[in-house]
Each structure stands twice: as structure tokens, then as C-alpha cells.
């Protein structure tokens, strides 16, 4: 158990609707990642946010966007969804805001775009 | 931007040595990663290497980096079908506070 919480584990909706996934990291890290999987390509970066304030920025579609609240839990919406959206979302927390240390991985919440 | 590459599948039998393999772009990676990805999952660190050591052993683990050829491996000692699993490999870059994933090497390990 890495102490990641991301809820739900699966999401299963129409082409055009929203979502929220939800992300606690683990107690202490103040910084919370947002990671696609996909098969075809691989992991990727979303976003970063450290302490609440967003630090980094990947390859996120303008259709998502990213939050953390005052209690370090984060959220990430996606909207108008695409079949292409369908993928492994991931959330990683870390103590510090440089990463040169261990990502703590939740279990992802698998989005099933139908 | 930065590029990690790895081989997508490798097959061994218990017992054996299995050696991952990770190419990467940019020579100014600082810290480079080795992840696992057990079924139904999030990745696990497994082991990192800093970009002025060669080698670093851990238990069953060798990793060896080539900093010439930005070349990362890693090295599974009598290897046993728990190893079986989707391993990363990563790096960071200075002044990025993320890490750049390969797409991950699917290690299956037969009795």
C-alpha cells in the first residue's frame, strides 16, 4: 500500500460527459501528479501540484483541468470525453516540489469512454 | 523534449537472468529510475541510480548506466515468476520537477 488514495478504481461513461477523479496523496507530501496511461502512449505527464498551487504543466488537453485543495487532496475533471480519453489515470504524490526522489503511485482509476 | 525508450516485451524462465534495457536523449539526466508495474497496480519504485555512478547493486538488482551511451539497464538476478510485471524506466531532468517514463518493458517469467 503506497498510501495513495485515488477513487473511483473504475468509470465507465458516454462520449460528450464529465468526470472527476479523485487523488489523496500520501500523508505529509505536498506535492500530487497526474499521469495517462494509455497502450499506445505509455505514461505520460499531466500535471503538477505542489501545496496547492499548480507547478508543472504536460501534455494535459485543455478539456482536463486540475486541482488541489488546502487539505492536498487533488482532483482532476475531464470533459467533453473523447474515446481516445479511455485510459489508466494515475495520481503520484512526493514530499517536495523537485523530484529527484521516490513518486508514491496510487492504484489509477481506469476510465472506460464508451 | 526528453525521450526514454525501452523494448516493449522480454521472456525468460525461472531461474534465469533477465536484463531490461532503456535509452534515453538527453545527457543531462541527474537521477534515473527503475519503476515496477505489478497487475491492477500503481508503479512501485524499485531501484535509482545518480548519473556519476556506473553501477549500483541491490539484492537481485544490477542496474548499469552508460552515461556515454545513455544507456540504462537492469539486471534481475534468478529471476522467479513474481518478477513478472511491467517495469519503467525514468529519469529526471535538473530543473524539472517531473520525470520523463519510458512506455514500460513487460517482463514474463515461466515456470
Known amino acids: 500500500d503506497s498510501g495513495v488514495t485515488q477513487t473511483p478504481k473504475h468509470l465507465i461513461t458516454a462520449t460528450g460527459q464529465r468526470v472527476t477523479l479523485r487523488c489523496s496523496p500520501r500523508?505529509?507530501?505536498?506535492?500530487v501528479y497526474w499521469y495517462q496511461q494509455s497502450l499506445d502512449q505509455g505514461l505520460q505527464f499531466l500535471i503538477q501540484?505542489?501545496?496547492?498551487?499548480?507547478?508543472a504543466k504536460g501534455n494535459i488537453l485543455e478539456r482536463f483541468s486540475a486541482q488541489q485543495f488546502p487539505d492536498l487532496h487533488s482532483e482532476l475533471n475531464l470533459s467533453s470525453l473523447e474515446l481516445g480519453d479511455s485510459a489508466l489515470y494515475f495520481c503520484?504524490?512526493?514530499?517536495?516540489?523537485?523530484?529527484?526522489?521516490?513518486?508514491?503511485f496510487g492504484e489509477g482509476s481506469r476510465l472506460t469512454v464508451l | 523534449g526528453e525521450d526514454v525508450e525501452q523494448s516493449l516485451f522480454l521472456s525468460v524462465r525461472e531461474g534465469d537472468s533477465s536484463v531490461i534495457n532503456c535509452t534515453y536523449t538527453?545527457?543531462?539526466?541527474?537521477?534515473l529510475y527503475w519503476y515496477k508495474q505489478e497487475p491492477g497496480a500503481g508503479l512501485q519504485l524499485l531501484t535509482y541510480?545518480?548519473?556519476?555512478?556506473d553501477m549500483k547493486q541491490d539484492q537481485r538488482l544490477t542496474v548499469l548506466l552508460n552515461k556515454k551511451d545513455k544507456h540504462l539497464s537492469l539486471r534481475i538476478a534468478d529471476t522467479q515468476t513474481g518478477d513478472s510485471a511491467i517495469y519503467f524506466c525514468?529519469?529526471?531532468?535538473?530543473?524539472?520537477?517531473?520525470?520523463?517514463f519510458g512506455k514500460g518493458t513487460m517482463l514474463l517469467v515461466s515456470p
Open positions: 500523508s505529509g507530501d505536498l506535492s
Open positions: 538527453d545527457s543531462s539526466s541527474t537521477y
Open positions: 503520484a504524490s512526493s514530499v517536495s516540489v523537485q523530484n529527484t526522489g521516490e513518486l508514491f
Open positions: 501540484y505542489y501545496n496547492g498551487e499548480e507547478r
Open positions: 525514468a529519469d529526471h531532468l535538473p530543473g524539472y520537477s517531473t520525470l520523463t
Open positions: 541510480i545518480f548519473s556519476n555512478m
